[in-house]
């Protein structure tokens, strides 16, 4: 036919649902299955073929169908209570914050990355759902909380395996009209527009608002008309592109989202960075305040006193760090607008390392957030240790755990991941505010009343569908790769609800050793083809585009499942998000996790599957270090490292084995042995994941500690150093600068009166001779330091006059101390006493 043009008829919504469409924009549907499954209902075609999203479903369905549920008692009846749930929840006033954070200031929290859900395809992996969580949290405790990160219309990709099983990657444009996103109003009502130079060009962004329950997420997006060719594509793909790209996206993320909050005139006290990806906002907030007149050292401090720093990643490289003249591209005119220099503003990132067989100095993002937070954390109580240690150099003179990271162990968003049924049948036992206290480890014991026989039945239910699940993406995926109608029919017979399951999903970076299962096949062959009690496995996962030793692991795992002996009892599914990870989690009978430790930061996959009666089998390495106890689930390994990797595989493929065929195997098919309350081993062992898990573990719990560690400290920091034009910030700055430039004067001299041997409870004199060099004795901390194996000990030496320090010290129980003296600089109102930078060893 000829076109003459064209024409889009949109369904209109009939009054009686018509709040479907303001419920389609606000993710709150992304943790209520209940509301999900009034959109799908309107059409599950539709709801399948476009990724689970409400706003396609009501673009896309056809006006008679929505007459019908309009028409229907039974569809009116759910609409209606899903709607006043929302409204409850959107309007609940006594919130968590309400009640035990009222002096809470309003945060401004970046990451890079958010996964919410898969429909929106912004995320690669553990960092953006942790993000997303981490919102959805915020939301329910009812925190003034703002999110930033990037609209990216690419996303990270698609993955397709070919038929040889290798990565494929695919880039879909996204078409944004069919998001739950609208474009950032201004208070004029005006689109909001912010600008940014990167490089010589002035970059125009655009921010769109995506609500996540109370909360909003401010989006950028630079594929606007306005931009030429290559700026638009700063925004397509996320942790694509060279580092030239990624210098640019940080420029992005940080500037332009400090003038995105401002342009929406969104109220921020306290910011949280999340890796050093968010870092150069700190740039842009010295900005700020040196155009209100302040220098750039009390404009630093000022801005640093309200910021939070959370490192994510456990190893060197996986921390971005620059070449300065890549830096001088895209900072180059930032020390003047900071009224500073170009070597003080690069000494706050400075990272000098080994590149091509020389020293240079780097521009480490890292670096650089710690420079300009007053807070910092690692995310496990192990993940703070390795950080501590990995990052002592910047503190000369300090002890690795004397170094100011600290840690608060991720959680998971628990309603985010467990399955209605299982949500149904917890309420059983629950208070009717469970999931409003989902923190409370008291409340959770509740689920040992729970029977073998209502966990049975449920996590049979969701077995099923996970099954169902796997043989319908593998159909799909033979088919698209040309296979015979017979391996298309096979897919039928794969997987089998009465074997034990267990389901290995995350991304396919090398240290998570994706094919430590494989280090001896025939005795893995042995497990999985037990005819009376046998194992099988899902496997799904993404390697990074670049990483073709990952794309290896996925490939070796393809080629193990086609092989006779596994055909059909280990998979490997597609396209690993956060739909495949709700199935796995949800599915399976063991989550098993076996990364090389202490490489894990945390891992959050193991609490969603524990959420859902699936006990985790892993390393203890992250938050299972903390999490195992003895009952909830399996160890591999021990709690140590190892220098040769190869040994470390090994023992820890020989742990795994073990502990497969002598106990979890056993326990899964052991008789029902009940006892005196009708209970048996394996479900035992289902409640105590459940309880144990989801209270320690849940995003919630991780959101009050952050609240109460770091965001209510850095409100009142923050409001008292920038009082009265940054009084005090200008104050420590001085001071800072001052004993800086004293420092080399000073000196210092020491001595011990030590006998050859002691008694416990003995006290040995400490002697010492300082000079000052102006900085006054109560601005100098002069201390004996005392260590004896893990025991480390500081006692204050008291001034005698003319410089001279002495103290009685005592050597409290048995054993070989070692005794140090040294001498740092501290006044009232620093973060911590490495602050300043400063410590001068006798
Ligand atoms: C939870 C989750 C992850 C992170 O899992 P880890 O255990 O931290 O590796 C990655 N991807 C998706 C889609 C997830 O849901």
């Given at each position: 036919m000829n076109v003459i043009g064209q024409v889009t008829v949109l369904p209109q919504l009939p009054e009686a649902i018509g709040r479907l469409s303001e419920l389609a924009?606000?993710?709150?549907?992304s943790w209520t299955p209940h509301a999900q499954a009034l959109y799908r209902d309107l059409d599950a075609e539709i709801w399948e073929r476009f990724q689970h999203n409400p706003v396609r479903v009501l673009l896309e369905v056809s006006q008679d169908r929505l007459e019908q549920a309009a028409a229907d008692p039974d569809y009116l009846g759910r609409y209606t209570q899903v709607m006043a749930d929302f409204d409850a929840y959107m309007g609940k006033k006594d919130t968590w914050a309400s009640k035990n954070a009222a002096a809470l200031g309003p945060v401004a929290y970046f990451s890079m990355e958010y996964g919410f859900?898969?429909?929106?395809?912004i995320y690669s992996g553990g960092l953006g759902v942790l993000a997303g969580d981490h919102c959805k949290s915020a939301s329910d405790l009812g925190l003034p909380f703002t999110a930033v990160g990037m609209?990216?219309?690419?996303?990270y990709f698609r993955q397709l395996f070919n038929k040889d099983g290798w990565q494929e990657e695919a880039y879909d444009e996204l078409d944004?009209?069919?998001?739950?996103i609208k474009p950032a109003l201004t208070a004029g009502g005006e689109e909001a527009r912010v600008s940014v130079q990167i490089g010589h060009r002035d970059v125009h962004v655009r921010v769109w608002d995506l609500r996540v329950g109370r909360i909003r997420v401010l989006l950028l997006d630079a594929?606007?008309?306005?931009?030429e060719g290559e700026d638009r594509?700063?925004?397509?793909?996320?942790?694509?592109?060279n580092q030239e790209l990624r210098v640019q996206q940080y420029v992005l993320l940080g500037v332009a989202g400090i003038r995105a909050l401002r342009a929406l005139n969104v109220p921020a006290q306290v910011y949280h960075m999340n890796e050093?990806?968010?870092?150069?906002l700190g740039l842009e907030r010295v900005r700020e305040l040196v155009e209100t007149g302040l220098d750039f050292r009390t404009a630093t401090e000022t801005v640093a006193s309200s910021t939070l720093f959370t490192t994510h990643?456990?190893?060197?490289?996986?921390n971005d760090a620059f070449g300065y003249d890549l830096m001088d591209r895209y900072l180059g005119r930032w020390p003047s607008l900071l009224h500073t220099s170009r070597e003080e503003l690069y000494a706050l990132a400075r990272h000098d390392q080994f590149w091509d067989g020389h020293w240079v100095p780097t521009f480490s993002m890292t670096v650089f957030a710690l420079s300009m937070s007053r807070a910092a954390n690692g995310v496990s109580e192990l993940h703070g240790e390795v950080s501590r240690d990995m990052w002592k150099?910047?503190?000369?003179?300090?002890e690795a755990r004397e170094v100011p990271i600290g840690h608060v162990t991720n959680g998971a968003h628990n309603l985010t991941f467990t399955s209605q049924p299982m949500r149904d049948l917890l309420g059983t036992v629950l208070?009717?505010?469970w999931t409003e206290r989902l923190e409370d480890e008291e409340m959770w014991?509740?689920?040992?009343?729970?029977?073998d026989a209502q966990l049975a039945d449920v996590q049979l239910d969701m077995k099923r569908e996970m099954i169902a699940f796997v043989r319908r993406r593998l159909r799909e995926q033979l088919t698209r790769n040309g296979a015979s109608a017979a391996d298309v029919a096979g897919t039928?017979?794969?997987?089998?609800?009465n074997a034990l399951t267990i389901g290995f999903a995350r991304r396919?970076?090398?240290?998570?050793?994706?094919?430590?299962?494989?280090?001896d096949k025939a005795r893995l062959s042995r497990i999985v083809n037990d005819p009376e009690r046998p194992v099988q496995f899902v496997f799904a996962g993404k390697a990074h585009p670049a990483d073709n030793p990952g794309k290896a692991f996925i490939q070796e795992i393809y080629r193990v499942s086609q092989e006779p002996e596994f055909r059909g009892k280990i998979v490997i599914l597609e396209n690993y998000d956060m739909n495949v990870a709700r199935h796995l989690v949800q599915g399976v009978d063991i989550w098993l996790n076996n990364p090389?430790?202490?490489?894990?930061?945390s891992g959050t996959s193991g609490m969603k599957a524990s959420f859902n009666g699936s006990p985790n089998f892993s390393i203890?390495?992250?938050?299972w270090r903390e999490g195992?106890?003895?009952?909830n689930g399996w160890p591999i390994g021990e709690e140590r490292e190892y220098a040769d990797l190869n040994t470390q595989d090994d023992a820890d493929a020989f742990s795994m084995y073990q502990t497969l065929e002598t106990q979890i195997v056993p326990l899964y098919y052991a008789p029902p042995q009940p006892?005196?309350?009708?209970?048996?081993g394996w479900r035992q062992v289902v409640r105590r994941a459940i309880q144990t898990v989801s209270p320690r573990f849940s995003m919630q719990r991780q959101v009050i500690d952050y609240v109460n560690q770091y965001y209510l400290p850095l409100t009142e920091r923050g409001a008292a150093l920038a009082r009265n034009g940054s009084q005090r910030a200008r104050e420590i700055a001085g001071w800072k600068s001052w004993v800086r430039q004293q420092w080399p004067h000073t000196s210092l001299q020491a001595s011990a009166h030590l006998p050859a041997t002691a008694r416990p409870g003995e006290r040995v004199e400490v002697q010492a001779t300082v000079n000052?060099?102006?900085?006054k004795p109560e601005e100098l901390r002069v201390e004996a330091v005392l260590k004896r194996g893990d025991h480390f000990t500081r006692v204050p030496l008291t001034p005698q006059g003319n410089g001279h320090y002495s103290a009685q010290v005592p050597?409290?129980?048995s054993g070989l101390y070692s005794v140090g003296v040294r001498m740092l600089p501290e006044i009232e109102g620093?973060?911590?006493?490495l602050e300043a930078g400063l410590i001068k060893w006798a």
């Open positions: 924009y606000n993710l709150y549907w859900h898969e429909s929106l395809p609209l990216f219309h690419q996303g944004l009209t069919t998001l739950p594929n606007v008309p306005e931009n594509k700063l925004t397509a793909r996320l942790y694509g592109g050093g990806h968010a870092a150069l990643t456990p190893v060197p490289a996986g150099f910047l503190y000369e003179g300090a208070p009717d505010d014991k509740a689920v040992e009343a729970l029977s039928d017979g794969v997987l089998s609800e396919f970076a090398t240290y998570k050793r994706a094919t430590l299962l494989f280090r090389r430790r202490p490489l894990e930061a203890l390495d992250g938050w195992y106890d003895g009952t006892d005196a309350e009708g209970r048996s000052p060099a102006g900085i050597l409290e129980d620093l973060s911590n006493d």
